[in-house]
């Protein structure tokens, strides 16, 4: 996800609220690998779940490898580092 976010950030995720919508970073698991916990950006709805895109069009981790995804919660804030503070 990087630029948006970087390994290590620290993030608030909302369980409930409001429904996702496009472009919303959420935390899911791929249907085809359960097991797997992602930080993807919603991209659209599709056969009951969500196609997720990470931002680094470079790296296929995502929908394009493993398909539609179920989301588990929204990223509403990233709290460390600080926002506006890289390192």
């Known amino acids: 996800m990087v630029p948006a976010l970087r390994s290590g950030d ?3 995720v909302r369980r409930g609220g409001r ?9 899911a698991s791929f249907r085809s690998r359960p097991d797997l916990l ?3 950006r919603a991209v ?4 009951g779940g969500w196609w997720l895109e990470g931002d680094n069009e470079f790296v296929t981790d995502d929908s394009r ?3 539609v995804a179920d989301t588990l919660g929204r990223v509403t ?11």
């Open 38 to 40: 992602v930080v993807k």
């Open 77 to 87: 804030y990233r709290y460390w580092p600080r926002p506006g503070r890289l390192s």
């Open 19 to 27: 429904r996702v919508r496009p472009g919303d970073i959420v935390v």
């Open 10 to 12: 620290a993030l608030v």
């Open 65 to 67: 490898a493993y398909g």
């Open 44 to 47: 659209r709805e599709q056969d």
